[in-house]
């Protein structure tokens, strides 16, 4: 079965995930991405996008692992969830644009 439905989770301070969505489509593709203002709302999220038939979800860097795992459980293990993560070459950077 090729991917047709994927969904992205990003998490930032003031998103509302029932506002805060997009949806790209084109012919056979279909992308939607939704903001949650803290993890755990990431999980109802989550859920909501297995029902609407998204095939893979990818969670922003700012879930780390932890809550990669728990976003994962919460769809029990339905579908793939990944995450985005940095490189070593990130690190100083990162620490920069988050430090304040």
């Known amino acids: 079965m090729a991917l047709r439905k994927f969904g992205f989770i990003v998490t930032g301070p003031g998103f509302d995930p029932a506002r805060h969505r997009q949806l790209m489509q084109s012919t056979g593709f279909e992308m939607v991405s939704v903001g949650v203002s803290s993890p ?56 920069e644009l988050f430090a304040g």
Do not use: N
């Open 40 to 95: 755990a709302q990431a999980l109802d999220v989550a859920q909501a996008m297995v029902r609407d038939g998204v095939q893979l979800i990818e969670l922003c860097g700012g879930f780390g692992p932890q809550w990669t795992a728990r976003v994962q459980e919460a769809i029990a293990h339905k579908i793939p969830v990944g995450s985005v993560s940095y490189g070593a070459e990130s690190i100083a950077s990162l620490h």
